[in-house]
Nanobody, 123 residues
Framework: VQLQASGGGLVQAGGSLRLSCAAS???????????MGWSRQVPGKEREFVAV????????YYADSVKGRFTISRDNAKNTVYLQMSSLEPEDTAVYYC??????????????WGQGTQVTVSS
């Protein structure tokens, strides 16, 4: 199972970024049956749940810190999940990780993790 995240970068406070995560591998022949999410981590701190979407996209959950600013979505035809981030704040600076699990969890618990993509928000 591979989760390939992309789209990170440097942005000024108030700006926007869209992260993408493409899933592949034999297990993901049934990508549409996995809940997909994003977590983030700042060096020296614990990983933090950001957002998760159910396999159909009908259910989504967000951390309070990003609610109203971030939107998670998925395209099952492309085996891809997205995180649209708006009104970014310096506190959003972190490495963002894509996650996948057969069961939806609004926590950092996840069976699969991708490599991270760095998001840096300057003030």
């Amino acid at each position: 199972v591979q989760l390939q995240a992309s789209g990170g970068g440097l942005v000024q406070a108030g700006g926007s970024l869209r992260l993408s995560c493409a899933a592949s591998g034999s297990t993901f022949s049934t990508f549409s049956r996995y809940a997909m999410g994003w977590s983030r981590q700042v060096p020296g701190k614990e990983r933090e749940f950001v957002a998760v979407t159910s396999w159909s996209g009908a259910s989504t959950y967000y951390a309070d810190s990003v609610k109203g600013r971030f939107t998670i979505s998925r395209d099952n035809a492309k085996n891809t999940v997205y995180l649209q981030m708006s009104s970014l704040e310096p506190e959003d600076t972190a490495v963002y990780y894509c996650t996948a699990d057969p069961v939806i969890h609004a926590t950092t618990h996840s069976r699969y993790w991708g490599q991270g993509t760095q998001v840096t928000v300057s003030s």
